[in-house]
C-alpha cells in the first residue's frame, strides 16, 4: 500500500499532472521542454520532476548538463496500471491552454528554433 500512495500523492499536484500528461503524450522531454511548454522556471520544473522521478513515475537520463525524463521501461504492476489509466484520462481537450503551447513547442523544435543548450 505504501508504493501505491506514493504514486498517488506525486500526481496530487497540477504541474506534476501537466508533466505527466506531456511525457505520455510525446515520450521522453528535457527539463528545458517543460519550461517552456508549461512556463515555469528551470528550479520548478527540475523539483517535480525529480518528485515524479523518487516516486517511480519517471526514470532520469543525463546527457551532458541537460536532464531528460521518461517513463521506466521496467515493468511495475502499480505503476503500469496507474499510467494506463493517466493515458486514456489526460487529453490535450482537457487542457486546451498547454495544447495551444505544445502545437508551438512542436513547431519550434521542428524548425531547429528550439533547443536545449547553452546557446539558447
Sequence with gaps: MEGMARLFKALADE???????LILEHGELCVCDCMYILQISQ?????HLRYLANAGLLRPRRDAVWMYY????????DRD??????RGWI??????EIAV??????EL????????SVDA
Excluded: F
Design 15 to 21: 504541474t506534476r499532472v501537466r508533466i505527466m500528461a
Design 43 to 47: 528550479s520548478k520544473a527540475s523539483r
Design 70 to 77: 521518461d517513463v521506466p521501461k521496467e515493468p511495475d504492476p
Design 81 to 86: 496500471k496507474l499510467l494506463d489509466s493517466l
Design 91 to 96: 487529453t490535450p481537450e482537457r487542457d486546451p
Design 101 to 106: 503551447r505544445v502545437k508551438k513547442w512542436l
Design 109 to 116: 523544435k521542428a524548425n531547429g528554433q528550439l533547443s536545449c
